[in-house]
């Protein structure tokens, strides 16, 4: 073996030991090690001692080994790699055909304490209990309750899904028929969320670079879509869907506002003409080709910053920057500027705690992020919409290069319709598009209905309301409802307030 291919510890050992071969267990604890250094996995103590059962597997893969590999000689301790202190080798990963566990025997002690939450705050869905809140609609499961039984919380989880369900086995046996409609969703919620937390290597969490202009992306469906970007090709579902669930906030949007959307005024695009007036933002986000250069002489002017206003803004303020620098690939001659509003925009964001002070330069104290790409900036204010409305803040707004985006807004929630009460006429007045998105078609209706009785006749539907095709193929569980299930960005619609158009009269 040439010592150009070899680095200058292995070529210290004896030839012998380079050409025997490790032990299972040796092999195994090294590839252990390296999928746990990739993943974000919670400290543990030095002093925690692995389970019997695992102790005694390993303890049977070195015996393996060792029979094995007899001739192989250990190298000098001093030649030994040193182990951390905080390296858990003895936990044992979740594999992808051990990944389905009961919620209250989970390996992962955060699926454990999600099970004793949903059993503290969870009611039984069974007709006989009394109800213990208004049903929200009609799919709502708390509308069948008429019986004389007090409320109970759920206890026995379901052996079919892992996921406690009912009070007793009794009431899930009686209520099996309806349980089985979502059934093979809560299954697959489960499978999931253990592989989150298996310790594997994400290749789907890699993305690719900056898109060739000349490249077109094909912007049909998920797969099309990820074909042309050049994603690291993605050989299953689970994988799909861990990859959608982050990336379905910016394609969302880029599928709205590209030039080649899917959404097109053609039948079956839901598209409408006011829509087709409205998305200016296709021209502006593809300006042509302006011969600028780096010298003096090739100074051009350049558009101003696309002005994205994301309300109500909760885990999408929290994602990832390298997700968000997906939209911007999208566009190569276009700069953004994302903002974030909303009361809990600083969610799940502790590392930037305190939030910096208010300011004269910084009134509404803003947290600015502008060394994530040299054509993205994004600011988040933890303050609602209409106060920075009143203020003036944003103004003026400009329809060419402004668009509002509402990510599962609840407008028609009962517990947040209120707080859209004042912001929605807001919204109208400055006649740039809204994009809005819901949980389920029934959520999506909802706040459809909502806006139509809240401003009356004031508003323009730009997009008719339909699935989104960039959907997230990954299924989502409330916990204080099992039977809730939901995906992300489920349903697509878009409107912005009426515009009239002024005739002229002649005078005789």
């Given at each position: 073996m040439s010592s150009r291919r070899v680095c200058q510890r292995c070529s210290t050992l004896p030839a012998s030991i380079q050409r025997a071969p490790a032990p299972l267990s040796a092999r195994i604890a090294a590839k252990r090690c390296f999928t746990l250094s990739r993943t974000k996995q919670p400290s543990k103590s030095p002093?925690?001692?692995?389970?019997?059962?695992?102790?005694?597997?390993?303890?049977?893969?070195?015996?393996?080994?060792?029979?094995?590999?007899?001739?192989?000689?250990?190298?000098?301790?001093?030649?030994?790699?040193?182990?951390?202190?905080?390296?858990?080798?003895?936990?044992?990963?979740?594999?992808?055909?051990?990944?389905?566990?009961?919620?209250?025997?989970?390996?992962?002690?955060?699926?454990?304490?999600?099970?004793?939450?949903?059993?503290?705050?969870?009611?039984?869905?069974?007709?006989?209990?009394?109800?213990?809140?208004?049903?929200?609609?009609?799919?709502?499961?708390?509308?069948?309750?008429?019986?004389?039984?007090?409320?109970?919380?759920?206890?026995?989880?379901?052996?079919?899904?892992?996921?406690?369900?009912?009070?007793?086995?009794?009431?899930?046996?009686?209520?099996?028929?309806?349980?089985?409609?979502?059934?093979?969703?809560?299954?697959?919620?489960?499978?999931?969320?253990?592989?989150?937390?298996?310790?594997?290597?994400?290749?789907?969490?890699?993305?690719?670079?900056?898109?060739?202009?000349?490249?077109?992306?094909?912007?049909?469906?998920?797969?099309?879509?990820?074909?042309?970007?050049?994603?690291?090709?993605?050989?299953?579902?689970?994988?799909?869907?861990?990859?959608?669930?982050?990336?379905?906030?910016?394609?969302?949007?880029?599928?709205?506002?590209?030039?080649?959307?899917?959404?097109?005024?053609?039948?079956?695009?839901?598209?409408?003409?006011?829509?087709?007036?409205?998305?200016?933002?296709?021209?502006?986000?593809?300006?042509?080709?302006?011969?600028?250069g780096m010298t003096v002489a090739g100074l051009r002017p350049n558009p101003p910053p696309t002005r994205l206003f994301i309300l109500g803004a909760r885990a999408e303020s929290s994602l990832p920057r390298e997700v968000w620098i997906q939209l911007v690939h999208l566009f190569p001659r276009a700069i953004f500027h994302l903002i974030f509003i909303g009361p809990e925009s600083m969610a799940n964001r502790d590392a930037e705690f305190p939030l910096p002070p208010r300011t004269a330069s910084n009134p509404f104290g803003a947290v600015v992020e502008d060394r994530i790409s040299g054509q993205m900036k994004i600011s988040t204010f933890v303050e609602y919409y209409h106060t920075l409305h009143a203020a003036g803040a944003f103004a003026p707004y400009d329809p060419y290069f402004d668009a509002f985006v509402l990510f599962h807004p609840g407008l028609g929630h009962p517990a947040s319709s209120h707080e859209w009460a004042e912001t929605i006429p807001q919204l109208l007045e400055t006649k740039v598009p809204v994009i809005c998105t819901g949980y389920t078609e029934y959520d999506m209706q909802r706040d459809i209905k909502w806006v139509h009785d809240t401003v009356g006749g004031e508003v323009d539907m730009l997009l008719e309301p339909g699935e989104n095709r960039f959907r997230s193929l990954r299924w989502d569980l409330n916990d204080a409802d099992p039977s809730d299930v939901s995906c992300g960005n489920f349903g697509l619609w878009a409107f912005r307030g009426k515009r009239y158009e002024t005739t002229r009269k002649d005078v005789e």
């Open positions: 002093s925690d001692n692995p389970p019997l059962q695992n102790k005694r597997r390993l303890s049977s893969l070195e015996s393996q080994g060792q029979r094995a590999s007899s001739e192989y000689v250990a190298p000098p301790a001093s030649q030994q790699p040193s182990q951390s202190p905080h390296e858990d080798n003895s936990r044992l990963l979740l594999k992808p055909d051990n990944l389905f566990h009961s919620f209250s025997n989970s390996p992962s002690p955060e699926i454990r304490r999600r099970a004793a939450f949903m059993k503290q705050n969870a009611y039984c869905p069974h007709p006989a209990h009394a109800q213990t809140r208004q049903p929200i609609g009609p799919h709502d499961l708390e509308a069948r309750k008429t019986g004389t039984h007090p409320p109970a919380h759920v206890r026995y989880e379901c052996p079919d899904c892992g996921i406690p369900v009912s009070c007793s086995y009794e009431h899930f046996a009686d209520d099996y028929e309806n349980h089985l409609d979502i059934c093979d969703q809560l299954r697959e919620i489960n499978e999931d969320d253990h592989d989150l937390r298996s310790g594997r290597f994400f290749p789907e969490f890699e993305y690719p670079g900056p898109q060739l202009e000349e490249a077109q992306v094909n912007m049909t469906n998920w797969d099309t879509l990820l074909y042309t970007r050049e994603f690291n090709a993605i050989d299953n579902e689970r994988s799909l869907r861990q990859a959608t669930r982050l990336l379905t906030y910016p394609i969302t949007i880029g599928s709205v506002i590209h030039e080649l959307s899917p959404y097109n005024i053609q039948s079956g695009g839901r598209l409408t003409p006011e829509g087709l007036k409205s998305m200016t933002l296709r021209y502006t986000l593809h300006p042509p080709r302006s011969g600028a």
